[in-house]
């Protein structure tokens, strides 16, 4: 059974930190770009980031560049999420995503119905 397990979220106060992590099971995690999305209350959901299984390249939307970090640990199939300087705008649910594309291009296009597997989804909320 594939699975996507997120953990870390949770209540912080601006400026603060968080470590998103996602746990996967049941596919072959090295094959897959993996990332996340988001979704804030009554907003589209948007990609946060991604790490692709080709290259180990990375992407970032830009209102999270220089804040987040996004990391593996492949021994482990875990996918990180390293959040830094919080802001009330980053206030969402996160959810951990795989692309068996093994890009971040469908991830990029914010192409969520595209993933192949999805977790449940882990809420952030940042007080101001």
């Known amino acids: 059974e594939v699975q996507l397990v997120e953990s870390g979220g949770g209540l912080v106060q601006a400026g603060g930190s968080l470590r998103l992590s996602c746990a996967a099971s049941?596919?072959?995690?090295?094959?897959?770009?993996i990332g996340w999305f988001r979704q804030a209350p009554g907003k589209e959901r948007e990609v946060v980031s991604c790490i692709s299984s080709d290259d180990s390249s990375t992407y970032y939307e830009d209102s999270v560049k220089g804040r987040f970090t996004i990391s593996t640990d492949n021994a482990k199939n875990t996918l990180y999420l390293q959040m830094n300087s919080l802001k009330p705008e980053d206030t969402a649910v996160y959810y951990c995503?795989?692309?068996?594309?093994?890009?971040?291009?469908?991830?990029?296009?914010?192409?969520?119905?595209?993933?192949?597997?999805w977790g449940k989804g882990t809420l952030v909320t940042v007080s101001s």
């Open positions: 049941g596919f072959t995690f090295d094959d897959y770009a």
């Open positions: 995503v795989a692309d068996s594309w093994g890009t971040c291009a469908k991830l990029i296009r914010n192409d969520y119905g595209g993933m192949d597997y």
